[in-house]
């Protein structure tokens, strides 16, 4: 009968979408094993009355002006902090740049077990976490030999609690920082200028490579993610070629994703760019070389030339429905 | 200033993993082994840092692995401007777990007092982005991790890290842990009189009992590995007439993948 508490990462006063998956997941667990699924808010309460929809049981919170901005130690304190005091089984927590930040740092200092970007949990008399190593060439899966465990979910991994849900009782926790000051803080965040949609937490994302042959064609990308409310990633061939930000990379050197679709236009499949992009659940190519690997891991296939396929793909889509 | 850079010797990202069924071990025979990619950068900074403070800064590379693991100390750190490096020897720790790591690792640093820990943000083999962080808690120091750009002044740094849609600006106090990622610098390349020259400078290999340190006990176990889910073999839509493989397509994620 294991309790899994799950950290609700939030952005400018709304949790990200990875904190109700992982809720939902847990929930989805613990209706077949026993067991509670409880919400941890840190600082700004918000959240709280939205948990129970998402599948929590109960609610934690802890509040305080320690939390007004982020800072790895604080955030370890206060988790741990929670966990001596419920003795949760296990500890979810989004692999998100904040949670990879901390959660390694929490599992220290509770010398718990540590698994980063799990895509599967599962419990049998143990908990079994599932997760890609090797950059997605090969998966483990992995047990717990320890009275708590602190697990990263990768976002996207894990769909939404469908079952109602109901509102779920709020509790405070007492953090532990009594006079705590970090060695560290985030003093500054500084946001791309325009509102884009962030790769890691995109449904869809459209992906450009060196086939667009030059920097300004890159807008072909931009406005098919557009027409599709997708996100423009990129390979790191046009990174490094300085079409576009490092922020657009996806791969092993860039960012990991995992959308319901992903569509690599002119990108080869090169092994370090599938790493970051395998887990999609839908894969498209389009790519004039029929022989190209991308087409190895991709579900639907075109191969032509995506200066002719783009636009018409553009066109098709705002024609449906 | 005392610099360490901890690295690892891994598998290249090249490396094929072939396993026809799930099973309980992996074999690891065919792999061939190279610095941590990350780590590169890693020890880059540290050298820049030495080379803008002079001879006021040491840099040590720290590692724990088997004989070969030498061999990436030599030719990756040393060669390239670390002055001094650590490997601990321990047979038990081939695969061992990033907890288990960060105790001895945090175990070598704490007999050296270190202003700055440089390590990569990940290792590309069992891609954990852990080891970091758990340093920075064993040791009770700042930390800022997967950072593109740094920043030391008297006592304290000013790190640029990769978040989602930007970068955070962290500030905090040295001694510091801070995870690299591409962006940071550019990694040089080693020469061939660097690497002969590197073999003289001072290497030292321990064991957990030099530390006085028990073994420490593994958290987790990987029970099974298993190939990625597998796919379906890709559905190619004709393309003779790219509007029409187009429309099709579009109707395919619509109405088949139900993803748009
Ligand atoms: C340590 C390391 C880390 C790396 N990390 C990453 C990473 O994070 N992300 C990443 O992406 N890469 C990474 N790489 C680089 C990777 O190995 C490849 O070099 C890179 O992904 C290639 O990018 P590309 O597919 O855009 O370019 P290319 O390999 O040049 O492929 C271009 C493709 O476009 C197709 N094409 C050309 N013209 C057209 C046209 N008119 N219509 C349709 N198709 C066309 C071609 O057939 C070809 O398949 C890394 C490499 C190393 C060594």
Known sequence: MPNIAVYIEQSGGAAKKVAWQMTAEARRLVDRTGGEVWAVVLGDAAAAAEAGRHGAHRVFTAAGDAFARYDAETWTRALAAFVAARRPDLLLVGATATGKDFAPRLAARLDAACVSDCVGLDFDGGFKLRRPIFAGKCYAEVAVDAPVAVAGVRPNAFPLFAGGGADAPVEGFDPGLGGFAPHASVVETVTSAEKKIELTEAEIIVSGGRGLKEAGNYKLIETLAATMGAAAGASRAIVDAGWVPHSHQVGQTGKTVSPKLYVAVGISGAIQHLAGMSSSKCIVAINKDPNAPIFKAADYGIAADLFEVVPALDEAIRALD | ?260
């Not at chain 2, 030719?75 to 720790?93: F, H, S, T, W």
């Open chain 2, 1 to 260: 200033m005392k610099i360490a850079v901890c690295v690892k010797q891994v598998p290249d990202s090249e490396t094929r993993i072939t396993l026809a069924a799930p099973g309980p071990e992996l074999d690891r025979s065919g792999f061939t082994r190279v610095l941590n990619p990350y780590d590169a950068f890693a020890v880059e900074e540290a050298v820049r840092i030495k080379e803008r403070l002079g001879a006021d800064c040491e840099i040590t590379a720290v590692t724990i692995g088997p004989d070969r693991a030498v061999e990436t100390l030599k030719k990756d750190c040393l060669a390239v401007g670390c002055d001094r490096a650590i490997r601990v020897n321990e047979p038990a720790l081939e695969n061992a777990e990033p907890l288990q790591t960060a105790k001895v690792l945090a175990a070598v640093l704490r007999r050296g007092g270190y202003d700055l820990i440089l390590t990569g943000k990940q290792a590309i083999d069992d891609d954990s982005a852990q080891v970091g962080p758990m340093l920075a808690e064993l040791l009770d120091c700042s930390q800022a991790t997967v950072v593109t750009k740094l920043e030391l002044g008297q006592g304290v740094f000013t790190a640029t890290c990769e978040i989602e849609g930007g970068a955070a600006i962290v500030r905090g106090s040295l001694p510091a842990v801070i995870t690299c990622q591409k962006g940071l610098n550019e990694p040089r390349l080693p020469s061939l009189p660097n690497i002969m020259k590197a073999g003289m400078k001072p290497q030292e290999t321990l064991t957990c009992a030099d530390l006085g340190l028990e073994i420490p006990a593994a958290r987790t176990r990987i029970t099974t590995y298993s190939p990625p889910p597998p796919r379906a073999a890709c559905r190619m839509v004709a393309a003779d007439d790219p509007a029409a493989a187009a429309r099709e397509l579009a109707r395919l994620l619509r109405d088949e993948a139900k993803v748009i």
